[in-house]
């Protein structure tokens, strides 16, 4: 997308939503073997914040990556070409999942790990052929599988269930796990083309925000009634701080309707308000924001060696042994110095991209 015509409100959010996906995966690699964030009857308030903010980034990257497709379409028109490009782009994400990702999450290759650019290439891959249709249309059948999931019991075995269910199998003397399934990550897309209008000036931010309080209240209706959720909140022995986190956890896998209520609007609703940040802060995160693929690539290895390094240097091991004490600060001063090393390498490719604008950009 040409300089002039990009829009800083969706580089904003998309590098926002990269930081924070950041913060995670350096929390993976510099936990303690075995730390469950989400587990209520171990976790702490401060670990539980820091799982449940990053809980917004795949649903946000799913959405804005439809948001993407839908702005396309409306500039372009729905060609061939595109919807060959969005195809072919689709399928390109979903190979970079079971190789260099792969291979970054763990090292080696003794299994495939079927992660967010897996879920999110194959619902490119679905979105496509449907690009023709009016943004209500769009809207619409997004919606609907949403209910439908939500409302039918789990397909857990068979071809569709490794579509509608994490699980694993056997792919000869390999395993692939599958985490992040395609269908209901596609029924987010679409609703993400439907709405590609909300983000096609900054002047719609308040837009937005309006949108992102709404589906916050929905989720308080939804979580106050257990529904759109198969994990009900209930009371916590150790207390009313636990049970509130148990009214928040909710289920990222397969995403339920509740969880894209609560993450979506939570994004939607900070990510109105990044507009209002300091120039030096927004030419930051927007150059995160414009590079997205090419960072998500080069700082899971850089990670887990910083990770690998860290654990070697101080207990011996390639991991953080599990009676080890959990350290949060070691684990955001990893983030923060992450961060900002591969901030130079983004800056250089977003230059390159803006100066050298070759065909093979535009799939990295």
Not at 26 to 43: A, C, K, M
Not at 78 to 97: H, Q, V
Not at 270 to 288: D, E
Not at 297 to 305: A, K, N, R, S
Request: hydrophobic share 50%.
């Amino acid at each position: 997308m040409p300089t002039t015509r990009r829009v800083e409100l969706l580089d904003l959010l998309r590098g926002a939503v990269i930081l924070l996906m950041a913060l995670d995966h350096t929390r993976d690699f510099f936990q303690p073997t075995g730390t469950n964030p989400e587990n209520l009857d171990t976790t702490t308030l401060a670990l539980f914040a820091t799982r449940w903010v990053t809980h917004l980034c795949a649903p946000s990257f799913v959405f804005l990556a439809g948001v993407g497709m839908g702005l396309q379409v409306t500039r372009k028109g729905a060609t061939n070409s595109l919807l060959r490009f969005f195809a072919t782009r689709g399928l390109w994400l979903m190979l970079l999942e079971c190789t260099w990702v792969t291979f970054s999450w763990y090292f080696d290759f003794h299994a495939i790990h079927l992660g967010v650019l897996w879920g999110i290439g194959g619902a490119m891959l679905l979105t496509a052929p449907f690009c023709r249709l009016s943004p209500r249309w769009s809207a619409a059948i997004g919606a609907v599988t949403l209910l439908v999931l939500t409302m039918i019991p789990p397909v857990k075995t068979g071809v569709l269930g490794f579509f509608l269910q994490p699980g694993s199998l056997m792919l000869g003397t390999m395993p692939v796990n599958s985490v992040y399934v395609i269908i209901p990550w596609w029924s987010v897309m679409m609703i993400g083309m439907a709405a590609a209008s909300w983000f096609d000036s900054d002047e719609k931010a308040p837009l937005l925000r309006k949108a992102g309080m709404g589906l916050l209240v929905g989720f308080l209706v939804l979580r106050g009634f257990n529904l759109g959720d198969p994990s009900p909140w209930a009371e916590h022995p150790r207390g009313f701080d636990i049970t509130a986190l148990s009214f928040l956890r909710v289920s990222k896998y397969p995403p339920s309707l509740a969880y894209l209520c609560a993450t979506l609007g939570t994004s939607f609703t900070l990510g109105s308000l990044l507009l209002w940040l300091a120039a030096p802060v927004r030419r930051v995160v927007g150059t995160f924001g414009r590079v997205p693929l090419f960072y998500y690539l080069i700082h899971l290895p850089f990670l887990h060696l910083l990770g690998v390094l860290y654990a070697t240097g101080i207990h011996g091991t390639t991991k953080i042994p599990g009676d080890e004490p959990l350290s949060l600060s070691v684990i955001y001063a990893a983030w923060i110095l992450a961060s900002a090393a591969l901030y130079w390498p983004c800056r250089a490719y977003d230059r390159a991209k803006l100066h050298h604008r070759k065909p093979w950009m535009r799939y990295l």
